[in-house]
């Protein structure tokens, strides 16, 4: 008889239906992680914004869906059948089942801990949908699943360089460019969710992980291509990272270049990929004179990204230490100290494994 192991997919979530969109942002901007003020403070931030921020947003989920729902269930749940049948194959002897776990909409990280405990597992892997780490996202989630699940577990903390996730990004590129009829003059913009710079000065490793990861995708696809990193879906008033993506395009297009924009932090199709990237961004191409605007898709049920994760996967349940990278240990450069290994727990003489990423 095998193990019964419990693969755990960590998300953002989204509002299922219109109904569903204030709260669904009430809980994201609760969030310590989001919004780091004082709990009564941030409560009453939480509520303004959702109230404000609901209609506009609204309007963008009707845009995708006639019932003003979010695609990215559904899409996660396509993930987690593929993962699913991957495992089977690679741990035949073992039987894996993928619990979904989002952290701002249902099906809950709550419900996902009641669910892995009440299925009996014997050992757990929890596995983000996040490809980088930052506190945001992958931080908060793994925040969220510890009040929950008092068991041990295995965690995936990142995998932004990992070989099958950076050719699967490149693959769809492309495949992209050539369904574009293969343009010349290319500007390919990579885009990934924003962070205030507050976040990343403070030791979150999120903007240098999606930076190195836009650095080998650039190695991969033609020379004379331009190569852009940038930033989008800014709220609020802080100062975000930049350059910004809605800026970045209209500066590409008003030099008549040809736009390829694919996302490099969102691995599933869902309001910033389908109507940020998709429409809003795409006008703004038009009205700037581009040659041409095309949106790369996200990665979904790619092959070579589920065989990624697959392997994350079989490789945590192999190792003794409860966490791991894509390189194995700690990915990030010491300077990062919001990175989720910590550098007191390594050997006398040990050294920050750059190699996956190439730098140094």
């Known amino acids: 008889m095998g193990r019964k192991i419990a693969v755990v997919l960590f998300n953002l979530g989204g509002p299922d239906k219109a109904a569903s969109v204030q709260p669904f942002?009430?809980?994201?901007?609760?969030?310590?992680?989001?919004?780091?003020?004082p709990l009564p403070v941030r409560f009453v931030l939480a509520r303004l914004i959702s109230k404000s921020r609901a209609p506009m947003v609204i309007k963008n989920y009707v845009m995708m869906d006639a019932g003003g729902g979010s695609p990215l269930l559904p899409e996660t749940e396509k993930?987690?059948?593929?993962?699913?049948?991957?495992?089977?194959?690679?741990?035949?002897?073992?039987?894996?089942?993928?619990?979904?776990?989002?952290?701002y909409w249902h099906p809950f990280t709550e419900q996902a801990a009641k669910d892995v405990k009440a299925w009996g597992a014997d050992e757990v892997v929890l596995l983000p949908l996040y490809p980088q780490f930052s506190?945001?996202?992958?931080?908060?989630?793994?925040?969220?699943?510890n009040k929950v699940y008092?068991?041990?577990?295995?965690?995936?903390?990142?995998?932004?360089?990992?070989?099958?996730?950076?050719?699967?990004?490149?693959?769809?590129?492309?495949?992209?460019?050539?369904?574009?009829?293969?343009p010349e003059k290319v500007s390919l913009l990579l885009s990934a969710h924003g962070l205030p710079e507050k976040i990343v000065a403070d030791g979150d490793p999120y903007q240098w992980q999606c930076e190195a990861l836009a650095e080998m995708i650039a190695g991969r696809?033609?020379?004379?291509?331009?190569?852009?990193?940038?930033?989008?879906?800014?709220?609020?008033?802080?100062?975000?990272?930049?350059?910004?993506?809605?800026?970045?395009v209209a500066e590409k297009a008003k030099d008549g270049?040809?736009?390829?924009?694919?996302?490099?932090?969102?691995?599933?199709?869902?309001?910033?990929?389908?109507?940020?990237?998709?429409?809003?961004?795409?006008l703004v191409a038009e009205q700037n004179g581009a040659a041409s605007y095309t949106r790369v898709e996200a990665l979904g049920t790619h092959p070579?990204?589920?065989s990624m994760l697959a392997s994350e996967t079989v490789k945590a349940l192999g190792m003794k230490e409860p966490m791991r990278s894509c390189a194995g240990d700690r990915l990030c450069p010491v300077g990062y100290s919001k990175?989720?290994?910590?550098?007191?727990?390594?050997?006398?003489?040990?050294?920050?494994?750059?190699?996956?990423?190439?730098?140094?």
């Open 25 to 37: 942002l009430k809980n994201l901007f609760r969030d310590p992680a989001i919004i780091t003020a």
């Open 79 to 103: 993930q987690a059948e593929a993962l699913t049948a991957e495992l089977a194959q690679r741990l035949p002897e073992d039987e894996v089942r993928c619990f979904i776990a989002m952290r």
């Open 135 to 145: 506190t945001t996202t992958t931080g908060s989630s793994l925040t969220a699943w």
């Open 150 to 182: 008092k068991g041990k577990a295995k965690t995936v903390c990142c995998y932004p360089f990992e070989e099958d996730f950076v050719s699967a990004h490149v693959d769809q590129i492309m495949k992209a460019w050539d369904s574009a009829g293969k």
């Open 221 to 248: 696809v033609p020379a004379e291509w331009e190569v852009t990193p940038c930033y989008q879906s800014r709220v609020g008033p802080l100062k975000w990272i930049g350059p910004a993506t809605e800026e970045t």
């Open 257 to 282: 270049r040809n736009i390829l924009i694919a996302p490099i932090a969102f691995v599933s199709e869902h309001i910033e990929t389908l109507v940020e990237l998709g429409e809003e961004y795409r």
């Open 304 to 306: 070579g990204f589920i």
């Open 339 to 360: 990175c989720p290994h910590r550098m007191e727990a390594r050997k006398p003489g040990q050294k920050v494994n750059h190699a996956a990423a190439g730098t140094a």
